[in-house]
């Protein structure tokens, strides 16, 4: 089976940086679109930066501009590099993925999750 796995959260003062890195397991034949979300307590979740299958990349506005997404294909990674954090950026954020996942000769497409990382923004 695919798995997604995060690491890179904490905990960092307003105006601080994280990198946020997602790496992909299994039988994973091809990634397509990958994207990182984020929830924060009481709120929905909500789309945060998305990098397309050949490199295109699109971000909420709310992270323009202090936010960058890139992808390594051979190591099957997604990052999510955090600059200018502020209290509003404070959420668990979750890893997304168009997996294509190798079953025998077949390959299935399905999105799959991670667990999430937490993301603390506070002085």
């Known amino acids: 089976q695919v798995q997604l796995v995060e690491s890179g959260g904490g905990w960092v003062r307003p105006g601080g940086s994280l990198r946020l890195s997602c790496v992909a397991s299994g039988n994973v034949y091809e990634i397509h679109d990958m994207a990182w979300y984020r929830q924060a307590p009481g709120k929905e979740r909500e789309l945060v930066a998305t990098?397309?299958?050949?490199?295109?990349?699109a971000y909420a506005d709310s992270v323009k501009g202090r936010f960058t997404i890139s992808r390594d294909n051979r190591k099957k990674m997604v990052d999510l590099q955090m600059d200018k954090l502020n209290p509003d950026d404070t959420a668990v954020y979750y890893c997304?993925?168009?997996?294509?996942?190798?079953?025998?000769?077949?390959?299935?497409?399905?999105?799959?999750w991670g667990q999430g990382t937490q993301v603390t923004v506070s002085s």
């Open positions: 990098i397309f299958r050949f490199g295109d990349t």
């Open positions: 997304n993925a168009d997996v294509g996942a190798r079953t025998g000769y077949a390959v299935n497409w399905s999105h799959y």
